[in-house]
């Protein structure tokens, strides 16, 4: 499977600023996710990072608070926005390979 | 909208006996279907994935899936304590692991 890091592993932050996490995988990838895990729950699947054109997002999540970007098929990042501390989550990329889907190790946000 | 539903616990078993988790699914078009592990603190990690009707063994892990009853469960046999972790079950309506939906997952102790 590929190896995939991320950046920040953790960070503590002020409402109203805005944080951008790096996914970078060790080999090229066509498909490339964005999850973000609340306290206490499941994962829920943000967006569809695409390489070259805008990510696709899911039901009740925005660009203009979750920008996305895909430079290549090595990276990714994911913006969070104007943070309130509902925004307090793990967030986590993911790639798949051979039809199945792995995890990068995550990056757990507080926001004061 | 697809949903996902799993148990959430807490499982509590002893050491050496089988741990059966289930998980239930309502889209009938669903084609995939995937069992990840999550220690606390960590990212999930994929221990099996099923596609077809039946049983599929790996290791102390068998997964088994029924499409007629929208049911797939996660056996562990000879339980350990390093089991000890929540586990999730995802499932995607197509075939491979795209946009996976996750049920809530599951927490499992395995006691001494």
């Known amino acids: 499977s590929a190896v995939i890091s991320q950046k920040p592993s953790r960070d503590i932050c002020q409402r109203g600023t805005s944080l951008t996490i790096q996914c970078q995988v060790d080999?090229?990838?066509?498909?490339m996710f964005w999850y973000r895990q609340q306290p206490g729950q499941s994962l829920t699947l943000i967006a569809t990072a695409n390489q070259g054109s805008e990510a696709t997002y899911e039901s009740g999540f925005v660009i203009d608070k979750f920008p996305i970007s895909r430079p290549n098929l090595t990276f990714s990042t994911l913006t969070v926005s104007n943070m309130s501390p509902e925004d307090s989550s793990i967030y986590l990329c993911?790639?798949?390979?051979?039809?199945?889907?792995?995890f990068g190790p995550g990056t757990r946000l507080t926001v004061l | 909208q697809k949903e996902v539903e799993q148990n959430s616990g807490p499982l509590s078993v002893p050491e050496g006996a089988i741990a059966s988790l289930n998980c239930t699914y309502s889209d009938r078009v669903s084609q995939s279907f995937f069992w990840y592990r999550q220690y606390s603190g960590k990212s999930p990690e994929l221990i099996m994935s099923i596609y077809s009707n039946g049983d599929k063994e790996d290791g102390r892990f068998t997964a088994q899936l029924n499409k007629a009853s929208q049911y797939v469960s996660l056996l562990i046999r000879d339980s350990q304590p390093s089991d000890s972790a929540t586990y999730l079950c995802a499932v995607n309506g197509i075939q491979g692991a795209q946009k996976l939906v996750f049920g809530q997952g599951t927490r499992l102790t395995i006691n001494p």
């Open positions: 080999s090229q990838v066509t498909m």
């Open positions: 993911s790639v798949v390979g051979s039809n199945e889907q792995f």
